[in-house]
């Protein structure tokens, strides 16, 4: 199983991007899909996450700003993000829990793609 994002880049604060994951390979069902960052001298965390049954999960400080969405048929997930602000730069990884086939899961996590906001 591969995960492809795209869609980061340099944004001035207050712009928009949309990242975008498809996940591909051998896929028997996907329980969840998410978005996670990491900023220099931080730790990884989970900015938002999808699942199965069309459940969403922001952090706090996304909330009303991001949105997750997904398009089953493709096994991709989008981030839309607005108002964006300078602590947002980080780099971003797609991530993906799901089953290969009856009784194996794995989970799998993209390349990271660089989300740069300035001021």
């Known amino acids: 199983v591969q995960l492809q994002a795209s869609g980061g880049g340099l944004v001035q604060a207050g712009g928009s991007l949309r990242l975008t994951c498809a996940a591909s390979?051998?896929?028997?069902?996907?329980?969840?899909m998410g978005w996670y960052r990491q900023a220099p001298g931080k730790e990884r965390e989970l900015v938002a996450a999808?699942?199965?049954?069309?459940?969403?999960n922001y952090v706090d400080s996304v909330k009303g700003r991001f949105t997750i969405s997904k398009e089953k048929a493709k096994n991709t997930v989008y981030l839309q993000m607005n108002s964006l602000k300078p602590e947002d730069t980080a780099v971003y990884y797609c991530?993906?829990?799901?089953?290969?086939?009856?009784?194996?899961?794995?989970?799998?996590w993209g390349q990271g793609t660089l989300v740069t906001v300035s001021s």
């Open positions: 991530n993906t829990d799901l089953w290969v086939r009856v009784g194996v899961r794995n989970n799998y």
């Open positions: 999808i699942f199965s049954g069309g459940r969403t």
């Open positions: 390979g051998s896929i028997f069902s996907i329980n969840s």
